[in-house]
């Protein structure tokens, strides 16, 4: 079951498979369609299928499970080379999403099919890293060095903290889902040009320009602490998108705060 099938060209609907791994593809013309086959753990089977007009097709796919082997990987201060503890070491192969935290000495280890992957790592309080890594039955252990620095491109969840009053539309951290006002994008379709698809956003979902918006109260999103050391300027910077395309004028605010954390109180 869940076996995606893909047809070249956008001419048909993405398709999955049901519970007893059937699927039902139509087209009116007799044609030739390029068919994709894939389930995360399973080899990719790709065919072409030629039909005749007013004709079923009959075809039976054999999907074949890859390898299983292990990875390890560790995670490291740049500087000090010392390992680091509870970060979160991200697997995605296209649907196969894998997660696992970092233990005593930075230390990782998990089970996976064999494959190429994109391994984020990332602890708050360091440079999230993305890199690409062919994973084989024969891969060695690897170590991830980490710079220091108070940085956050969401690929990961570092613990940002959400309260929220309103009705719906609070802060979520997901892959954006674009929305169309008047012709134009209200919420755009991805993320800032910052590594990895996530970002934290309100009023993500599939459905009428304001079907998901944050309404009837306010949803704060706060970062976990960090210091501010005497004698350094620092700087606070972020990629923002805001858009207020109808309603009452003035009714809707994002307002951006730098807070002490022992009593919240705003300094910026």
Do not use: M
Not at 95 to 123: C, D, M, Q, R
Not at 156 to 173: F, K, N, Q
Not at 176 to 193: A, E, H, M, R
Request: charge should be negative.
């Amino acid at each position: 079951n869940d076996v995606q099938i893909t047809i070249s060209g956008d001419r048909l609907d993405q398709q999955v498979t049901d519970a007893s791994g059937k699927y039902r593809l139509g087209y009116p013309e007799g044609d030739t369609l390029s068919v994709e086959y894939y389930r995360p753990g399973y080899e990719i089977v790709q065919r072409k299928l030629i039909g005749e007009p007013g004709t079923t097709l009959l075809v039976n796919i054999a999907l074949v499970p890859k390898q299983q082997t292990v990875s390890r990987i560790q995670i490291v201060a740049a500087q000090t080379q010392e390992g680091i503890a509870g970060a979160t070491v991200l697997y995605q192969d296209r649907a196969l999403v894998e997660t696992v935290l970092s233990g005593e000495n930075g230390l990782t280890e998990i089970t996976l099919p064999v494959g190429h992957y994109e391994i984020v790592a990332g602890k708050w309080g360091n440079i999230t890293r993305h890199i690409q890594l062919e994973i084989t039955a024969l891969n060695e252990p690897l170590v991830i060095e980490l710079d220091q620095g108070i940085a956050d491109d969401f690929s990961v969840d570092l613990g940002w903290e959400v309260e929220s009053t309103a009705s719906r539309g609070g802060w979520v951290r997901e892959v954006p889902v674009g929305t169309i006002f008047n012709g134009k994008d209200l919420n755009p379709p991805v993320d800032s040009d910052d590594p990895g698809g996530e970002c934290y956003l309100t009023g993500n979902g599939i459905g009428p320009a304001g079907a998901f918006d944050l309404d009837e109260g306010s949803s704060w999103l706060r970062s976990p602490a960090f210091s501010i050391k005497a004698g350094l300027s620092p700087a606070l910077s972020l990629n923002l998108w805001y858009q207020v395309a109808s309603g009452t004028p003035g009714n809707d605010t994002l307002k951006v705060y730098l807070e002490n954390q022992a009593d919240r109180k705003s300094v910026v």
